[in-house]
């Protein structure tokens, strides 16, 4: 069965204390991974595709990293503006327009 | 250029009634997803149409259905609710062709079944 765990589901950061989230996948034929951020009341909001293992994306103070079976994402020197939950998805077909979603991992980073 | 819409942004019905939902996406964006979203099962996919057919089907019950137009715009049907059809319906854009492409999502639409 497809499935996308995410862990952990909560992690507390000071300001500028890094860390690192993680997506582990068992969806078959694999064609790719996607970050998402999620707001409270929002939507989520598209960061990342990852469609390789050893592809790395960067954007700020987020880097993603792929390998065959996990996805991390490293969040450096945190500000509490990064506060989110941090979703990743992988595609169920081709276009990659059907996505199996992990539960999310909830960020709060404090001052 | 403008995100994904999708309105109306809140609803309250009672069980037993139907709702219909309404998504409008991205310009130039083909394919329409439709997502439901709860804390204990967090998102799942419920379908998704290209050039108004629908290519793919979550596992959800037939109460739970769909269409789009000749403009791409989408409309998400739930018949005979129930009280755990209470959830955040979020619609996702894309190209849907020329292969793997992200998907954008709209700001959903807060579902309440009294």
């Known amino acids: 069965e497809d499935q996308v765990t995410q862990s952990p589901e909560a992690l507390r950061l000071q300001e500028g204390e890094s860390s690192s989230l993680n997506c582990s996948y068992t969806?078959?034929?694999?064609?790719?991974l996607f970050w998402y951020r999620q707001d409270p009341g929002k939507g989520p909001e598209f960061l990342f595709t990852l469609y390789s293992a050893g592809e790395e994306k960067e954007k700020e103070r987020l880097k993603a990293t792929l390998t065959k079976k996990e996805s991390f994402l490293h969040i450096t020197a945190p500000k509490p503006e990064d506060s989110a939950t941090y979703l990743c998805a992988g595609p169920i077909n081709q276009a990659g327009t059907a996505l199996i979603f992990g539960k999310g991992t909830t960020l709060s980073v404090s001052s | 250029k403008a995100g994904v819409t999708q309105t109306p942004r809140y609803l309250i019905k009672t069980r037993g009634q139907q709702v219909t939902l309404s998504c409008s996406p991205i310009?130039?964006?083909?394919?329409v997803s439709w997502y439901q979203q709860t804390p204990g099962q967090g998102l799942q996919f419920l379908f998704e149409y290209f050039s108004e057919t629908q290519r793919n089907k979550g596992n959800f019950p037939g109460r739970f259905s769909g269409r789009q137009f000749s403009n791409s715009r989408s409309e998400m049907n739930v018949s005979t609710l129930e009280l755990g059809d209470s959830a955040l319906y979020l619609c996702?854009?894309?190209?849907?062709?020329?292969?793997?492409?992200?998907?954008?999502f709209g700001q959903g639409t807060r579902l309440t079944v009294v």
């Open positions: 969806v078959s034929g694999l064609r790719g």
């Open positions: 996702a854009s894309s190209l849907g062709t020329g292969g793997f492409t992200e998907a954008f």
């Open positions: 310009s130039g964006h083909r394919s």
